[in-house]
């Protein structure tokens, strides 16, 4: 647990069918879903993933906090809620609460479970949602998970970074704790079919704050320039190769 960073500013997004009175995020009980799969599965994890985990306490143990990170492959986001000791909410597609059957209904079980958020990102208003989640979440104090490319890396390299990420951080004040996924790839290469056992390593950053551009979330420089400052963060800390280019786009060349 470090010590609370507070700055006067902060940033991800919300749906339309995301309503507080509808889906309290209260706080983690012992006996929280939460707590439970942590329990059960935790040890699993550790076992088949044997996460390193570096620089915890870089992670406010309070207050709202955004986690930004590289992403690599399926399994991030059930690696990153299960090393951290607060709950991470983040956003995620719809499909994966939708399914059908045994698998369907456990896989829903477990992202909800976790903190996942299900948005429709297809639709045109997919941004807009996103980030009102992300910005409600950080109004409760809790700490929300963004992958700022926006999709996952094609080709294990790191792309360029999405404003939203600068937009949440702005206009909520919330710190940026960047964080970088390493090794994920090599368990479950191309993201598809169940990942092999192996080793990796979760590093965290220090919190970085951006009160110097307080009122300024809808200046485009700026909202670059923070996305860029948080994306050499997550470079550093990764050691990927840079690509000043979105990974849609590399995706659908």
């Known amino acids: 647990m470090c010590n609370r960073v507070r700055p006067p500013s902060i940033v991800l997004t919300c749906t339309d069918s ?12 012992p006996l929280s879903r939460f707590a439970l799969i942590k329990a059960v599965l935790g040890p699993i994890m550790r076992l088949m993933f044997r996460p390193q985990v570096e620089g915890a306490e870089h992670i406010p143990g309070d207050g709202p906090v955004i986690l930004a ?18 709950q991470v909410f983040f956003i995620g597609k719809d499909e994966y609460v939708t399914g059908k059957g045994f698998k ?14 299900p948005v429709d990102r297809d639709g045109g208003r997919g941004g807009v949602a996103a980030l009102m989640t992300g910005r409600r979440i950080l109004e409760e ?15 294990g390299r790191l792309y360029r970074g999405r404003t939203g990420i600068a937009r949440l951080t702005l206009m909520t004040g919330a710190p ?3 964080f970088a996924m390493i090794g994920t790839d090599k368990l ?18 220090k919190p970085m704050e951006f009160s110097r551009y307080e009122g300024m979330d809808r200046d485009r ?5 923070v996305t860029d400052s948080v994306m050499a963060e997550v470079m550093h ?6 690509v000043d280019m979105y990974a849609t786009k590399a995706k659908a060349a």
């Open 18 to 29: 995301y309503r507080s009175s509808d889906n309290p995020l209260t706080p983690e009980g």
């Open 69 to 86: 990170g590289n992403h690599l492959t399926f399994i991030d986001s059930m690696i990153l809620p299960l090393v951290c000791d607060r």
């Open 104 to 117: 369907g209904r456990l896989m829903a079980w477990f992202f909800t479970g976790v903190g996942m958020i």
């Open 141 to 155: 104090d809790k700490i929300f998970g963004i992958y700022p490319e926006g999709t996952r890396s094609p080709d």
């Open 176 to 178: 940026v704790v960047p």
């Open 188 to 205: 479950q290469p191309g993201g598809a079919g169940l990942p092999r056992p192996g080793k990796v390593t979760v590093r965290f950053g």
């Open 221 to 225: 420089y700026v909202l670059r320039a």
């Open 237 to 242: 800390l990764s050691g990927q190769e840079y």
